[in-house]
């Protein structure tokens, strides 16, 4: 007989927001209290989609690969697809907590309010490449884009794909996206202040993650 599902927790926000900081720092700490758990991102975590995310990458005299608002879209979403079925899925029906860094609402962000494609498509694109998967909780790091992009230049050394280099206004638009999102589902967003020290960011998120797990 199956066991019940496990959690499925999302991390969210715009570039330098944080994220992988704190999926690893989370993972840490489930692992201490014992619950096993999957770290995972999105569009890289599978074969297919470490391949799809290398098309948006510059580097050695390459630039990124031109491509439409439409052509980005269903890169993503193919990416997601895959990553659902092979790592997401799997791991949540064997009980398992699953961390993933960026899902369905970094798609509504960037390509529906950063790209300006209609957030009623993206919906209806997201469903069809999660199987209607949605989370349980979202952790929304936010940060103002100039904070933000300024991190990510510094990790980086210069940012290196099509969608870092888009200019601060885009980002902009997508920080306003999640916060609208956010507002749309209050029950399953926590916003955090992602300018604050790591570690403070990490207890508040820690906070939320014990809180769902005690309810399941």
Request: charged share 30%; net charge negative; aromatic share 6%.
């Amino acid at each position: 007989m199956r066991g019940r599902r496990g959690p499925f927790i999302t991390l969210e926000g715009g570039e330098g927001s944080g994220k992988s900081v704190q999926v690893e720092a989370l993972g840490q700490l489930l692992a201490e209290a014992g619950q096993p758990a999957l770290l995972t991102r999105e569009p890289a975590g599978t074969d297919l989609g470490r391949f799809l995310w290398s098309l948006f990458q510059s580097g050695e005299g390459r630039e990124p690969i031109a491509m439409t608002p439409v052509a980005e879209l269903f890169l993503f979403e193919a990416a997601r697809a895959q990553h659902v079925e092979d790592a997401v899925r799997p791991a949540l029906e064997e009980g398992r907590v699953v961390l993933c860094e960026r899902f369905t609402d970094s798609t509504l962000a960037y390509q529906g309010y950063g790209r300006g494609l209609s957030l009623d498509y993206i919906r209806a694109a997201n469903h069809m490449a999660s199987g209607g998967l949605a989370p349980d909780l979202t952790l929304l790091l936010d940060v103002p884009p100039e904070v933000g992009l300024s991190r990510a230049g510094n990790r980086s050394g210069g940012r290196d794909d099509r969608i870092g280099q888009e200019d601060a206004e885009f980002h902009s638009r997508v920080r306003e996206g999640f916060l609208a999102l956010a507002r749309r589902e209050p029950e399953r967003f926590f916003v955090v202040d992602a300018t604050k020290p790591a570690d403070e960011v990490t207890q508040r998120c820690w906070e939320q993650v014990r809180r769902l797990l005690d309810r399941l």
